[in-house]
């Protein structure tokens, strides 16, 4: 059974730092991309990184410059560092993986950037 499990969330203050974590256990065959969104209440997800089928990186234009997306060799960890955080930024943080069975996601980590 695929799981995703998210951490290394939680409260920092306005212009700091923190580093998502994704662990992927279970087999996901032919992953195409890996991802982060966040989700705060009454809006949809919204895609902030990913690692395209190609391997290049995509940002969204609110996070760009100050997020980066990585992950290990074998797709089984993956990253967000977030610099730069600000109130703005607060939401449910999601890692989610597109495999050929359809897309898996994690339960989703807080983080909440005091001003």
């Known amino acids: 059974q695929v799981q995703l499990v998210e951490s290394g969330g939680g409260l920092v203050e306005s212009g700091g730092s923190l580093t998502l974590s994704c662990v992927v256990s279970?087999?996901?065959?032919?992953?195409?991309?890996m991802a982060w969104y966040r989700q705060t209440p009454g809006n949809q997800r919204e895609l902030l990184a990913e690692?395209?089928?190609?391997?290049?990186?995509n940002y969204a234009s609110s996070v760009k410059g100050r997020f980066a997306i990585f992950r290990d060799n074998t797709k089984k960890r993956m990253g967000l560092l977030m610099n730069n955080l600000r109130p703005e930024d607060t939401a449910v943080y999601y890692c989610n993986v597109q495999g050929s069975s359809g897309a898996y996601w994690g339960q989703g980590i807080q983080v909440t950037v005091s001003s």
């Open positions: 690692f395209t089928n190609e391997g290049s990186r």
């Open positions: 279970g087999k996901i065959f032919s992953i195409s991309t």
